[in-house]
């Protein structure tokens, strides 16, 4: 017997974005929202009048809707469809640079984040199917083809070839992207904003109206409904940004004789990663990186090469497991408070790595 509890669709996504805003409202601000990515995108920007957040408002739009065409794996003309259709082809120069950063980004995390998952990841039909355990001989037939070395990046001639039977998924790494493109356009107009986009959070500048500038934004509980919150994080972005980026076990999931099964799978066996861990929040200034490491923390568990990695990065996380421990590196330690008192508690590394 087969429960089916996938929450794969936009209208649904929409309403499980990971971390609901808590901005403070304000007069200035005007508040927008637009679907992109597989996911919903809510944004309150604050300017001195409404034409200019509107014209800012279209134009991050705009370069969000053009990332998502180059990167959709469900899309037939994107960059990424077409290489995977072929095994080769000439790219958009964003996509020589987002490919070149994401091949980067797995090597960097030890391939916990693999970017050529693609074909283990269609076999388990969590993007666009319907999700079922992958017979084994076809999983390990699909395994074999993951390896980020057989990606090659032909910068002079934007052309992107992968091995035979080869696919790329940058699922993972997709709206991570996004939040730096809008940043970029947020910080070049010096517009002070809070964006909420599926499991990613982005605020740049003080908010005009939190205490000494901080954002506080409300993180989804992992082991409640959609809409409960677990924990409060201030972010102090000042002049520059901060990206949240969450990856949960709760995302995508369904279960199959009595078993649970997710979307984040550990590269190594093909199957879900399971450390006990039911979320991984990365705080950190770039989109990018917030989104590379939460999904690859997610994999490798709580350890010392994690902890090295974040601070290698010069990022923060919230480590939450399925007893309702939570891990919490030292410096955002102040801005992180437990709401939900009755399930969760903050212990020590020691305590949690275990
Ligand atoms: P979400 O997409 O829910 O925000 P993530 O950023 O963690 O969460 O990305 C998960 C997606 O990335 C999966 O749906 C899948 O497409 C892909 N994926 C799963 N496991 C890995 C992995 N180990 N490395 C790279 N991509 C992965
Ligand atoms: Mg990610």
């Known amino acids: 017997m087969r429960g089916f509890i996938l929450k794969k669709t936009a209208a649904v996504l929409s309403a499980v974005c990971i971390i609901v805003s808590l901005c403070a409202c304000g007069s200035q601000k005007n508040e927008y929202s637009s679907f992109a990515m597989g996911s919903a995108v809510s944004a309150s920007l604050y300017g001195k009048d409404k ?3 509107d014209l800012l408002w279209n134009e991050i739009s705009s370069a969000v809707t053009a990332a998502d065409r180059l990167l959709s794996a469900t899309s037939d003309g994107s960059d990424i469809s077409r290489i995977n259709s072929t095994g080769s082809a000439i790219v958009d120069s964003r996509t020589v640079s987002f490919l070149q950063k994401a ?3 797995c090597n960097t995390l030890n391939r916990r984040l693999d970017i050529t998952l693609g074909a283990v990841t269609a076999l388990w039909g969590f993007t666009g199917g319907t999700p079922s355990v992958p017979d084994e001989s076809a999983l390990k037939a699909a395994l074999d083809t993951v390896n980020i070395d057989g990606v090659f990046i032909d910068e002079a001639n934007r052309t992107v070839s992968v091995e035979n039977g080869q696919k790329l998924d940058v699922g993972a790494l997709g709206k991570g992207e996004a939040c730096d493109i809008m940043k970029e356009k947020l910080l070049a107009s010096d517009t002070a904003a809070c964006i909420s986009f599926g499991g990613n959070v982005l605020v740049t500048g003080e908010n005009p109206k939190g205490k000494n500038g901080e954002w506080k934004i409300g993180m ?3 082991l409640g409904s959609p809409d409960e919150v677990f924990a409060a994080l201030s972010l102090k972005a000042e002049n520059g940004a901060l990206c949240v980026s969450t990856s949960g076990s709760y995302e995508k999931r369904f279960e199959e004789n009595g078993k649970s ?9 093909g199957y879900p990663a399971e450390n006990g861990l039911v979320s991984v929040s990365v705080i950190c200034p770039s989109g990018l990186n917030a989104d590379a ?5 997610f994999v490798n568990g709580l350890n010392e090469t994690s902890v090295l990695w974040l601070k290698s990065f010069g990022a923060d996380a919230v480590f939450v497991f399925e007893n309702g421990t939570v891990f919490v590196t030292d410096s955002i330690c102040k801005n992180f408070t437990i709401t939900n008192t009755d399930v969760y508690k903050t212990v020590s590394y020691e305590e949690a790595a275990k």
């Open 51 to 53: 034409k200019q957040t």
């Open 103 to 105: 091949v980067l980004l």
């Open 220 to 222: 989804r509980d992992p």
């Open 261 to 269: 099964y997710h979307h984040i799978i550990n590269p190594d066996t």
């Open 293 to 297: 490491l939460s999904t690859a923390l």
